[in-house]
């Protein structure tokens, strides 16, 4: 399967939105959850909620970033290497 730079960008872009989702939902139910101030929704959102938003969030950014960076040098080296097969070769004297 071919990945084209156009879908590793958009992969990126998803990746990206995924991270301030979930930067959005850790920081608004931490908030709440502190104002709670129950000692059993404290303890399910440290041991169940809080983990797995900081492992997303913590990896949906560079990883997005990462993507987008990648399609964009996909991009260059592909338009790069189309300029260099239009071009005429030039043959040398070595070549004869």
Do not use: C
């Not at 872009?13 to 991270?19: D, M, T, Y």
């Not at 502190?34 to 809080?50: H, I, K, R, Y």
């Amino acid at each position: 399967m071919k990945m084209s730079p156009k879908r590793i960008l958009w992969w990126g872009i998803g990746f990206l939105i995924l991270g301030a989702i979930a930067f959005y939902v850790y920081t608004s139910v931490g908030f709440q959850t502190a104002l709670a101030s129950t000692q059993t929704s404290q303890a399910l959102w440290f041991w169940l909620f809080s983990p797995g938003l900081n492992i997303i969030q913590n990896a949906a950014f560079p990883l997005g970033a990462v993507l987008i960076g990648a399609s964009v040098v996909m991009r260059y080296i592909a338009s790069w290497q189309s300029s260099e097969a239009h071009q005429p070769s030039e043959r040398s004297e070595l070549d004869t």
